[in-house]
């Protein structure tokens, strides 16, 4: 075997003189460690290319769109579960998945009037709204003017609507929870008419939790139609002609 000779402070040797054998190994691992190098760089490129892609195509979130109510199927169809019901048409009419979770929600991304949009059906249950809304809120760093809220309202028939900018809870402990944890009572919101008690025995824990009849889901189904065209406006800052389009 020749001797070694030192390049840089690195031990360098020629391979004459060793075994064929031997020799054969060496090269073959050789070559498999670079073949292995080579597919790790190649990985890691596609990786690249592939969150830049996906990047590009999901873009950032801009606005936030909640629909306050109760998980469970013992509150499907109930009056308290209105902006549930409201969120439901708005993530069909855009080809929405509402579908995963995060946030304490069950929440979908996508692209309504030509924003990047979440939206959310917090799980945490009604009193509790707020921690779901202002988690994704920091998360994503959206203000709360971009942070759109639908719930109940039992001011108005079933089948109405009032959009507002800003305002208070209104006695809403759901609305009560997001300006308690957030700070603020600056976010729009879309209240969906649920109709009054009809008599004053009732207590209003029953009420809200009763279900909707017949006749008033197919006006709660009007009213989610001109929600969902009411939130297009919002999202490109024309509130007020939501307002005057759709409130009641």
């Known amino acids: 075997m020749r001797e070694q000779k030192n390049v840089k402070g690195v031990a360098l040797k020629t391979y004459e003189g060793l075994r064929p054998s031997t020799l054969q190994a060496f090269k073959k691992a050789y070559k498999d460690n670079v073949k292995a190098a080579n597919l790790s760089l190649r990985s890691c490129i596609i990786m690249l290319f592939s969150k830049k892609n ?3 195509n999901t873009g950032s979130i801009e606005y936030i769109i909640v629909g306050l109510g109760n998980p469970g199927s013992q509150y499907e169809n109930t009056r308290h579960n209105a902006g ?3 969120l439901d048409t708005i993530a069909k009419k855009n080809d929405i998945k509402v579908d995963r979770l995060k946030f304490k929600s069950l929440c979908g991304t996508g692209t309504i009037g030509g924003k990047r949009v ?4 917090p799980s945490t249950f009604m009193n509790l709204s707020g921690q779901a809304v202002t988690e ?3 998360f994503y760093k959206i203000p709360p003017e971009h942070t759109i809220v639908i719930f109940d309202d039992i001011s108005l028939e079933p ?8 305002g208070s809870d209104g006695g809403h402990n759901g609305i009560k929870n997001i300006i308690y944890l957030s700070g603020s009572d600056k976010f729009p919101r879309i209240k969906v008419g649920v109709g009054a008690k009809p008599n004053p025995h009732w207590e209003l824990a029953d009420w809200v939790l009763s279900r909707f009849t017949e006749s008033e889901m197919k006006s709660l189904t009007e009213a989610a139609e001109n929600a969902t065209k009411s939130v297009e406006y919002m999202v490109n800052e024309q509130t007020d002609k939501a307002m005057n389009l759709f409130n009641s």
């Open 84 to 86: 549930f019901i409201t």
């Open 118 to 121: 979440l939206l959310m059906k």
């Open 159 to 166: 089948g109405k609507l009032r959009i507002r900018r800003k």
């Open 136 to 138: 994704a809120m920091a």
């Open 54 to 56: 996906s990047t590009e």
